[in-house]
Structure formats: structure tokens, C-alpha cells
């Protein structure tokens, strides 16, 4: 028998149900794992709304992180690895192309394991590649206390930047500064704030998961040939707009971070960004943040959390231990 957690009907979190799916078989180049976690995204929960750029048919399984041991396939068994699927990772037993498995270093558990593909890959391929981020710039992220959030802060530090977390509560301001953020601020005012941490300057570069209202005034905080980040708008306030003509004023960027569109068509790309991470890893400057874990049965209230912006960091669904 193996479990997965699927969407039946594209109705949100009380669409996802566990139930039986065949058991996986590796084609040629992929690899047999027994997952021990998964990782829960947002992307996820756009998928059980049908409102994310893939739209499978129902049933499919969710799931976009897991970690786990390598059973078969085309790697050897016992491995203890990390992989990416754009759907289809939460189930107890999974085939995945080899080129979207990752080594994970002894330190790392499979709890945490599960929060780095989706996050950390992305972070990565924001600051690193989009955002050119160099050793000594400032990097301002909203949602500094999500799992994106916090996955860029880590990323930043690791790549010499200094970074300043925007967030909507104490508490995630506490979430922020645990996991590495050298300032964290409230995002009322935070326009205001940057300025005070900055002496005036402004950021060289802000990465916005959050969209809606901030925008206006992150494209104020940066300072000349700064970069907007373009990486999500969870924020539910809708796509902003941007005026021209500030970009041309103050000599400012808006780019746009489609990481998937990117790596998935390029086989070996993922490989090459985790190589470039597993040395932030050994040193600890990334660890993710996981702020809740839960059993497979309760995927569809990791959702509803989620939804309702209860969740700080990466929630995690415990498969096995």
C-alpha cells in the first residue's frame, strides 16, 4: 500500500484527501525513494484551488519537496537525499528524476531535508543570478519570517550581503532575527526604518514575496541601480503596478524570479545551484526554519494555516521517522 495526499476536486484544503495510489515504478533516470517528510508550499495550496500554472487532472497528488532514503533506481539504495517534483512528492514511497535529487549533508535531517528544494532553490536563483547579489550589499526581504522569507535571508548572508527582514508581527519579527536577519522591521513604516539602518542610502536589492501595497515603497527604499525582486504576492492584494518612470529616475531594476520556468526545463541546473548551497549548509548558515510539523493525515490544515497566515517558516509533513 502506498498513502499519498491528493487533490479529488479543486475546492481548496477540503478538497485533499489521503488515500491509496499505485505504487511507484523507476522509469529510466529516475529514482525510487521512501519519503520520511514533505515539504508544504504555497504552490500547494494554489493546486488544490486550480489556480496555479499547472493544472493536472483530478485526482493528483500534491507535494513539491521531499526528503527521504533512495530504495532503487538510478542511484544507489540508502542514500539519504532531498528532491523536487512540481507535484507529486507527498506520498510515502515516490519515483523522481535523478536530475532533481540532491545529497543531503549528515547534519541536515529529513525534516529539514523536506524545507530546502522548492525555498532554498529559489532564493538561490533570486539573489544569486536575478539579483546579482554581491559581498557587502544590503537585502531587504518581505515576508522575512516565510518559508521563501527566511530562505532568502539565509541565502543573502551566505552570499556576503548584509539583510534587513520586513514582517507583520513581533512574533515574526523574533522568527526573522532567529533565522539570520541582521534587521527586522515591521512593514508599517518600514519605508522609513530602511532608511534609518541605511543612513539614508537605501538597499541595494529587495526581494518581494508579498506584493500588493509594498511595492511603491520598496522601489522608494532602493538606492541607485537597486533591483526589485519579483518572487510572489502572497499577500492576496492582487498584481501591482509599477510606474515607469521611477525606474528610469532613479536608475532602479524590476526583475522578475521565475525559478521553475527556468531550472525545470534545464536538467543538471538544480544540481548545480544545490552544489553551490551544500557549503551553507556545512558552514549553518542555512538551516530552515520549520515552524510546524505535521502527520500526512493533516496536509489540508497545513493548508488552511497556511491560508490563514499562521505559518512562519516551512511547515513539514512527518512520514516515517
Given at each position: ?22 505504487e ?6 529516475e ?6 517528510a ?13 489556480q496555479?500554472?499547472?493544472r493536472?487532472?483530478?485526482?493528483f497528488?500534491?507535494g513539491?519537496?521531499?526528503a ?9 539504495p540508502?542514500?539519504?537525499v532531498a ?6 512528492a507527498?506520498?510515502?514511497r515516490?519515483?523522481v528524476?535523478?536530475s ?7 547534519a ?12 532554498y532553490?529559489?532564493a ?6 536575478r539579483?546579482?547579489?554581491?559581498r557587502?550589499?544590503?537585502?531587504l526581504v ?8 527566511t ?49 539614508g542610502?537605501?538597499?541595494?536589492v529587495?526581494?518581494d514575496v508579498?506584493?500588493?501595497d509594498v511595492v ?5 527604499s ?11 504576492f502572497?499577500s492576496?492584494q492582487?498584481i ?5 518612470n ?9 526583475r522578475g ?19 553551490e548551497?551544500?557549503p551553507?549548509?556545512?558552514s549553518?548558515?542555512v538551516a ?5 510539523t ?28
Open positions: 500500500m502506498n498513502r499519498a495526499v491528493q487533490v479529488v476536486a479543486t475546492t481548496g484544503p477540503d478538497g485533499v484527501r489521503v488515500q491509496e495510489v499505485p511507484p515504478q523507476a522509469a529510466s533516470g529514482v525510487l525513494l521512501d519519503v520520511h514533505i515539504g508544504v508550499s504555497f504552490p500547494d495550496l494554489l493546486l488544490s484551488r486550480g496555479y500554472q499547472l493536472p487532472e483530478v485526482p497528488t500534491l513539491a519537496d521531499c527521504g532514503t533512495v530504495t532503487g533506481g538510478a542511484l544507489g540508502g542514500l539519504r528532491a523536487f517534483l512540481p507535484h507529486g507527498a506520498a510515502e515516490v519515483a528524476p535523478a532533481s535529487v540532491f545529497p543531503l549533508p549528515d541536515i535531517t529529513f525534516v529539514q531535508g523536506a524545507a530546502l528544494p522548492l525555498n532553490l529559489t538561490h536563483f533570486a539573489l544569486a543570478v539579483g546579482q547579489v554581491r557587502g550589499e544590503t537585502v518581505h515576508g522575512g519570517a516565510g518559508g521563501v522569507g530562505a532568502c535571508l539565509q541565502v543573502a548572508r551566505g552570499l556576503g550581503a548584509r539583510t534587513v527582514a520586513v514582517v507583520s508581527s513581533e512574533a515574526k519579527r523574533q522568527v526573522a532575527l532567529t533565522a539570520g536577519a541582521d534587521h527586522a522591521v515591521l512593514v508599517d513604516g518600514f519605508r522609513d526604518e530602511v532608511a534609518a539602518i541605511t543612513g542610502s537605501g538597499v541595494d529587495v526581494v508579498v506584493g500588493g511603491t515603497d520598496s522601489l522608494r532602493l538606492a541607485p541601480f537597486g533591483r526589485l525582486l519579483v518572487v510572489g502572497a492576496g492582487g501591482p503596478e509599477v510606474k515607469v521611477r525606474l528610469l529616475l532613479n536608475n532602479i531594476d524590476v524570479v521565475g525559478w521553475g520556468a527556468y531550472a525545470m526545463p534545464r536538467p543538471g541546473y538544480m544540481a548545480e545551484q544545490w552544489a548551497l551544500l551553507m549548509m556545512d549553518g548558515v530552515p526554519v520549520i515552524g510546524a505535521y502527520p500526512m493525515e493533516d496536509y489540508a490544515q497545513a493548508l488552511v494555516d497556511m491560508d490563514e497566515r499562521r505559518t512562519v517558516g516551512k511547515s513539514v509533513i512527518v512520514v516515517r521517522d
